[in-house]
C-alpha cells in the first residue's frame, strides 16, 4: 500500500472518486480552496490535476451529486452555488433566492435530481427547504417539508 496524502500541507476532503481517482477539496498551495484529482496509481504531488482552481470566494464544500461536482463558496459575503462536470469544466450556477447561508449540501452521486437527497435529508434530520419539483433549479420557490409532508 502506497501512501496518499502524507504532506498534511493543508486540509484535504473527500470530494469522490471514479475508481482510482479520488477527488479533495484541498486548501494545500491555495488558501481559498481547489478542487483536485489525485491518481491512487501515481499520487506523488506533481502529478496531482486542479480541475476548479482557486477563485475570488472561499470554496467551504464539494458534493458529487446526479455525476457532477456541486460547489458551495463564499461571494460577495453570500454563498455561491456552482456546478461542474467531472473534468471541472462548468456548467453554470443554481442561483438562490437571496442572501444567505448554505449550510448543508448533501446528496449522493446517483441522485439524479436533489429532491432526491431532500427526501432523504428529511426523514433523517426532521425539516428541509426543497424546491418544487426537486430539480438543481433555484429559480423555483422554496417548500419547507416535515418527514410527515413527504
Not at 5 to 26: C, E, K, S
Not at 39 to 55: H, S
Not at 77 to 89: C, I, N, Q
Not at 98 to 122: F, I, K, N, Y
Amino acid at each position: 500500500m502506497a501512501p496518499l496524502l502524507v504532506d498534511f500541507d493543508g486540509a484535504w476532503d473527500f470530494a469522490g472518486n471514479d475508481g482510482p481517482v479520488f477527488y479533495f477539496r484541498t486548501d494545500a498551495g491555495s488558501p481559498l480552496g481547489r478542487l483536485v484529482a489525485v491518481d491512487l496509481r501515481d499520487p506523488a504531488p506533481e502529478k496531482r490535476r486542479t480541475l476548479v482552481p482557486e477563485g475570488k470566494g472561499a470554496l467551504s464544500d464539494v458534493t458529487m451529486i446526479a455525476d457532477r461536482f456541486v460547489l458551495v463558496s463564499m461571494a460577495d459575503v453570500r454563498h455561491r452555488l456552482t456546478v461542474h462536470d467531472r473534468d471541472g469544466r462548468s456548467l453554470g450556477d443554481i442561483p438562490l433566492p437571496g442572501p444567505g447561508t448554505v449550510s448543508a449540501l448533501t446528496g449522493r452521486r446517483v441522485d439524479r435530481e436533489a429532491g432526491e437527497a431532500e427526501r432523504r435529508a428529511c426523514g433523517q434530520r426532521g425539516a428541509v427547504a426543497r424546491r418544487h419539483g426537486g430539480r438543481l433549479d433555484a429559480r423555483r420557490p422554496l417548500a419547507l417539508e416535515r418527514p410527515d409532508d413527504v
